[in-house]
């Protein structure tokens, strides 16, 4: 059994910062491409950003600039930090790695539960 933990999530002012964790946890060899994505109300989800295992990122135009994904490999964590903070970055922010290797198979698509980030004065 595999599963992505977010955390760091909250209410913040507007040009403010927060910073997110998504921790994987199991009997995990290694984890391929992970990601954030993000909810809006009423909105369907899209990308943020996402990070290979060996480092290189992507970002979505929006958060180019104020974003940023890193990955601890050792830890099998991914983090986001977010500055400059806008009212339509608020969302419920979601982990999602695209495998994750364990000894017994191989687990494609796991998302994690989901954090809010509310951006509001």
């Known amino acids: 059994q595999v599963q992505l933990v977010e955390s760091g999530g909250g209410l913040v002012l507007p040009g403010e910062s927060l910073r997110l964790s998504c921790a994987a946890s199991g009997r995990i060899l290694a984890i391929g491409a992970m990601g954030w994505y993000r909810q809006a109300p009423g909105k369907q989800r899209e990308l943020v950003a996402t990070i290979t295992g060996g480092g290189s990122a992507n970002y979505t135009d929006s958060v180019k600039g104020r974003f940023t994904i890193s990955r601890d490999n050792a830890k099998n964590t991914v983090y986001l930090q977010m500055n400059s903070l806008k009212p339509e970055d608020t969302a419920v922010y979601y982990c999602?790695?695209?495998?994750?290797?364990?000894?017994?198979?191989?687990?494609?698509?796991?998302w994690g539960q989901g954090t809010l980030v509310t951006v509001s004065s």
């Open positions: 999602n790695a695209d495998r994750v290797f364990t000894l017994a198979k191989t687990y494609l698509g796991v």
